[in-house]
């Protein structure tokens, strides 16, 4: 009988270039080039053999610095077959944070591009630790070894994938530090090939369909899942300031069936369409994460799509990926004009294998878990999940580790999500926001999606955010709003006081009495979409 304890997340690929060799694997429009499910499958062969003719084998830990590219797909393919241990880090959280990760994950191995070998030497990245280098796109000049050699260097034959364990290490990403240092989760086998099967379970992604995927990361998961990923030309670290055209342009040209896009990318996109009367009939299913989805962007490109397609908003974390899934149908037929109504954000049910409970917040660390831990329905407090697509540890980082993980005395670990919600009497999960956000104040607690919600309402406001400020020992609310446009200060003055009406209207709102206009909101790298409530919190003491 087959062994249930190997697993390495590069079969998927060898299995889908048995299945289906011809088919285009990875496809990038900008620059005319495809590789096919074999080729791209033997391309990460060569590469794994040549590896480890350098020493780059089982367990060697890699930074990979490569912008999506065949590169990018066929190098991480080909370390996963190698059972090496790939290091993904944005390049967008700056150089100070870069310096940070690389000397926290402490890889042996730096491959990149020359821009990035440029920067290591001048930022001294990984000086400690990094002894094997290759370069990709460049010559000797850069150190190390350029990827085409290593590609001649190794048998042409079939590459035999490492025999690694599901609980074997096999990559660290990084957060993207928009609620602090970015941490390393540790990604192994198993984790992986959970969240695959997660993805393939919950929307049904069957091998041969066209994914236009706008996030790197996620754009790996299409190889394994069967389906031919469309790159766009576009800088991935700003999705909320992308060409429309050049998603609208291959996501008709290639007949996408799926698309995945941050809410600032949709939000775009989405008018771009409607304003140029440009319809995407051809996808079947549209993903969004990385921050809530306000329910006037799903509205309006739902208008976009066939009507038997769907946008699907999952919820999750670098930690923790998908945990719940809720559709625009439910959205926009009941659940958003809760959120309206101060409600929070419903973000579905959890999925297949996760134990999802609602227990008290609290900012210190919880030693083991306790069966008396979860919270009554309706009843506000810390997400926390178990399950095989949750991470159980960060990488040399104890204390954070013993703050966002509680061992399970039965087995397992939790994982603290670090956001609040509740569940209600259907079951359904709702979010309120982040724990590091909520604002408390001597006449209670506010959560900020709650708020935030029903100030959304407002025809003339964009988004709008919940801070707490410490004015004379006391924390005060304000509301930071972005408008949709800009307005004279008579009218921003007419559209406060029509604000502080609509605050009055519910409990959780009618003590907020300070509004601040911000011209545009901090937002995050990743997806443009998550908002630095922090920063906001001290312009707003400034503006006070």
């Known amino acids: 009988m087959p062994r249930t304890d190997i697993v390495n997340i590069s079969r998927p690929l060898t299995e889908m270039a048995a299945i289906q060799p011809d088919t285009p694997a990875i496809i990038f429009p900008q620059e005319g080039r495809a590789l096919s499910f074999r080729e791209l499958d033997r391309d990460s062969d060569r590469i794994a053999a040549g590896l480890g003719t350098i020493g780059i084998v089982r367990g060697t830990r890699v930074a990979l610095l490569v912008p999506p590219s065949p590169e990018l797909f066929a190098l991480t393919f080909a370390l996963f077959k190698a059972g090496?241990?790939?290091?993904?880090?944005?390049?967008?959280?700056?150089?100070?944070?870069?310096?940070?990760?690389?000397?926290?994950?402490?890889?042996?191995?730096?491959?990149?591009?020359?821009?990035?070998?440029?920067a290591r030497r001048l930022l001294g990245w990984g000086k400690e630790s990094?002894?094997?280098?290759?370069?990709?796109?460049?010559?000797?000049?850069?150190?190390?070894?350029?990827?085409?050699?290593?590609?001649?260097?190794?048998?042409?034959?079939?590459?035999?994938?490492?025999?690694?364990?599901?609980?074997?290490?096999?990559?660290i990403l990084f957060t993207s530090g928009s609620t602090g240092p970015p941490k390393g989760a540790i990604y192994t086998h198993g984790t992986f090939a959970a969240q695959v099967e997660a993805l393939r379970e919950m929307y049904d992604i069957r091998p041969g369909e066209i994914d236009l995927p706008t996030f790197p990361l996620f754009a790996l998961f299409a190889p394994a899942l069967g389906m031919t990923a469309v790159i766009p030309r576009m800088d991935f670290t700003r999705p909320g300031t992308v060409d429309p055209r050049r998603i609208l342009g291959p996501a008709a040209e290639y007949s996408a069936t799926t698309m995945f896009g941050s809410p600032a990318l949709l939000n775009r996109v989405g008018r771009y369409a409607e304003k140029h009367a440009i319809k995407l009939d051809g996808l079947k299913r549209v993903i969004s994460a990385g921050?809530?989805?306000?329910?006037?962007?799903?509205?309006?490109?739902?208008?976009?799509?066939?009507?038997?397609?769907?946008?699907?908003?999952?919820?999750?974390?670098?930690?923790?990926?998908?945990?719940?899934?809720?559709?625009?149908?439910?959205?926009l037929s009941g659940t958003g004009r809760l959120t309206g109504e101060g409600h929070g954000i419903c973000i579905g049910r959890p999925v297949a294998g996760i134990s999802l409970k609602i227990i008290p917040i609290s900012d210190t660390p919880i030693s083991q878990w306790s069966d008396d831990l979860p919270l009554p329905a309706g009843a506000i407090g810390e997400i926390a999940v178990r399950g095989p697509q949750v991470s159980n540890a960060y990488l040399n980082r104890p204390e954070a580790t013993r703050l966002a993980k509680i061992p399970d005395p039965a087995g397992g670990i939790w994982h603290r999500m670090g956001d609040v919600g509740y569940r209600d009497e259907a079951g359904r999960?709702?979010?309120?926001?982040?724990?590091?956000?909520?604002?408390?104040?001597?006449?209670?607690?506010?959560?900020?999606?709650?708020?935030?919600?029903?100030?959304?309402?407002?025809?003339?406001?964009?988004?709008?955010?919940?801070?707490?400020?410490?004015?004379?020992?006391?924390?005060?609310?304000?509301?930071c709003v972005e408008l949709e446009n800009s307005c004279s200060t008579s009218g921003k003055e007419q559209i406060r006081k029509e604000l502080l009406e609509i605050g009055r209207a519910f409990p959780s709102t009618q003590g907020i009495s300070e509004i601040l206009f911000h011209p545009a909101f901090p937002v995050d790298i990743r997806h443009n979409a998550k908002i630095f409530r922090e920063k906001l919190a001290v312009w707003a003491k400034g503006q006070l």
């Not at 944070?97 to 990149?112: H, S, T």
């Not at 290593?150 to 035999?160: E, H, I, K, V, W």
């Not at 799903?298 to 809720?326: H, K, M, N, Q, W």
């Not at 708020?451 to 006391?474: D, Q, S, Y």
């Open 84 to 118: 090496a241990v790939p290091v993904f880090i944005d390049p967008g959280i700056g150089a100070k944070n870069m310096k940070g990760c690389l000397a926290e994950a402490e890889p042996e191995a730096f491959i990149g591009i020359p821009k990035a070998h440029l």
């Open 130 to 171: 990094i002894k094997i280098l290759v370069t990709v796109g460049g010559g000797r000049i850069w150190g190390g070894i350029p990827l085409d050699e290593l590609r001649t260097c190794a048998p042409g034959s079939p590459f035999t994938a490492a025999e690694t364990r599901r609980n074997e290490i096999a990559a």
């Open 291 to 331: 921050a809530p989805v306000p329910a006037s962007v799903l509205e309006r490109f739902s208008r976009l799509l066939a009507d038997d397609a769907e946008i699907f908003t999952p919820y999750g974390a670098t930690e923790a990926l998908p945990v719940c899934s809720i559709g625009s149908r439910e959205i």
């Open 429 to 479: 999960v709702w979010f309120c926001g982040r724990k590091a956000h909520r604002v408390v104040t001597p006449q209670g607690t506010l959560y900020t999606i709650p708020v935030e919600g029903v100030f959304n309402t407002h025809p003339a406001v964009f988004r709008t955010a919940l801070v707490g400020v410490n004015k004379r020992g006391t924390v005060q609310p304000v509301l």
